[in-house]
């Protein structure tokens, strides 16, 4: 099984509109953090926000938010507020920190590809 | 604050050639790693460090890959002799302890004709 799966190849949304970016992860471990990045087409590695498996509650970074559901192992990525410069890929990628025995690996999902129009 | 930093950007090289990609992490970051992006096969652990020591080197793909760290502000990622299959984005990205967040440097395009 996918450990990270992004279920949304390409997504539009309106300017000024929000828009929700799917993520599932599969682990048995605890232990995991969860991250979103985002990727211009420009190429950088830019981290958005970062949700660890014991927060109590939702990660929030300015427009971005995570929608963590623990018991359905989704962590999705909220975009406020549209704009033109949030066209880009979108990666999650999940840390498991204890079964994968070196705690610092993160997987990384397929992508989101989303588009911003007028 | 300087973020990681990558060279060459980009590389055309031949098949067979040397290639060195070289890194220097966010100062004061104890963790360094290598990952590749493709098409195919999306972005992966090549390999990481821990205070300049490999630790998990079960990603790089072959023995034609080698990775260093001499120091805490410097790695490099070499591949000997170099082919085409081996064309990707190299990523290397920095951390401040093993389960913080991962900071990416802008990454090398490699094009291996």
């Known amino acids: 099984a996918q450990k990270i799966t992004q279920t949304q190849p390409g997504m539009f949304v309106q300017e000024k509109e929000a828009v929700t970016l799917d993520c599932t992860y599969d682990t048995s471990d605890p232990s995991y953090g969860l991250f979103w990045y985002k990727q211009p087409s420009s190429g950088e590695m830019i981290f958005l926000i970062y949700q660890g498996s014991y927060d109590q509650q939702n990660a929030t970074e300015g427009r971005y938010s995570l929608n963590f559901q623990k018991a359905r192992k989704s962590a999705n990525l909220v975009i406020s507020a549209s704009q033109l410069g949030d066209s880009a890929m979108y990666f999650c990628a999940m840390r498991e920190d204890e079964y994968t025995g070196t705690a610092s690996k993160l997987t990384f999902g397929t992508g989101t590809r989303l588009q911003v129009t007028l | 604050d300087a973020g990681v930093i990558q060279s060459p950007r980009h590389e055309v090289t031949e098949m067979g050639q040397e290639v060195t990609l070289r890194c220097k992490p966010i100062s004061g970051h104890d963790y360094l790693f290598w990952y590749r992006q493709t098409m195919m096969r999306g972005l992966e652990l090549l390999i990481y460090?821990?205070?300049?020591?490999?630790?998990?080197d079960s990603g790089m793909p072959e023995d034609r890959f080698s990775a260093k760290m001499p120091n805490a502000s410097f790695s490099t990622l070499k591949i000997q002799p170099s082919e085409p299959r081996d064309s990707a984005v190299y990523f290397c990205?920095?951390?401040?302890?093993?389960?913080?967040?991962?900071?990416f440097g802008p990454g090398t395009r490699l094009l291996v004709l």
């Open positions: 990205a920095s951390s401040f302890g093993g389960e913080e967040t991962q900071y």
């Open positions: 460090f821990n205070n300049n020591v490999p630790i998990d």
